[in-house]
């Protein structure tokens, strides 16, 4: 089966500029997770879709971070306007439910540099 | 704290020998999973075991899971120089609905 696919895989801006990441999980499976991972650190989970509904986005910095997944497939990560310490790579991963009875297949992510 | 603490955060061994990571965490689990991380193949999937399972095995892996010391373990068999990786243990706490993920263990394995 093809993987989750992410764009772009990097991305060099600079700071107080936009940016946007689109993610296209596997087929099928309906919850999507945009992590955000900073150099030298594991994983945090930005936001969570069940289909097109949010589950979770309490890590999110919703004053410049904005997600979205429509029609319950694709979803689209935008930052607005960047700063310095969001440099980091942006991982997508989806599974079939809830993490509690399935695992995450994740996207080779995309590589986020603000100048 | 609901993410688990993998220890040692560095771990160095020669080819051939096995490699053991320890995670400790605080919270009730449903499950704890162990992800890899390497450059070539992103971050994937090695295991799961549930809170009422002690171990699981699955190929050179074998995991074992305390929920009375609140710990789990990763040892890695006969290790390659293919393993060298970053190791997470991911939580998914028993009160809530996301994985939590450690900041790993950086295993190098030297040919």
């Known amino acids: 089966e093809a993987g989750v696919a992410q764009s772009p895989r990097y991305k060099i801006i600079e700071k107080r500029q936009s940016v946007a990441f689109w993610c296209n999980p596997i087929s099928g499976h309906a919850t999507l997770y945009w992590y955000q991972q900073i150099l030298g650190q594991g994983p945090k989970l930005l936001i969570q879709?069940?289909?097109?509904?949010?589950?979770?986005d309490s890590q999110l910095p919703k004053d410049r971070f904005s997600a979205e997944r429509l029609k319950g497939v694709d979803s689209t990560l935008k930052i607005q306007p960047a700063k310095l310490e969001d440099s980091a790579v942006y991982l997508c991963a989806s599974s079939l439910a809830g993490p509690g009875a399935n695992v995450l297949t994740f996207g080779a992510g995309s590589r986020l540099t603000v100048l | 704290s609901q993410q688990g603490e993998e220890d040692p955060q560095a771990l160095s061994i020669q080819e051939g020998e096995n490699a053991t990571m320890n995670c400790s965490y605080k919270?009730?689990?449903?499950?704890l999973q162990w992800y890899r991380q390497n450059s070539g193949r992103g971050l994937v999937h090695l295991i799961l075991?549930?809170?009422?399972?002690r171990e699981k095995h699955s190929g050179r892996l074998r995991v074992t899971l305390d929920t009375s010391k609140k710990s789990s373990s990763l040892l890695i068999t006969a290790s390659r120089a293919a393993d060298t990786a970053s190791y997470f243990c991911?939580?998914?706490?028993?009160?809530?609905?996301?994985?939590?993920f450690g900041s790993g263990t950086q295993l190098t394995v030297l040919p």
């Open positions: 919270t009730s689990i449903n499950n």
């Open positions: 879709f069940q289909n097109n509904g949010v589950v979770d």
């Open positions: 991911v939580l998914l706490p028993g009160s809530a609905r996301q994985l939590t």
């Open positions: 075991i549930r809170s009422n399972e």
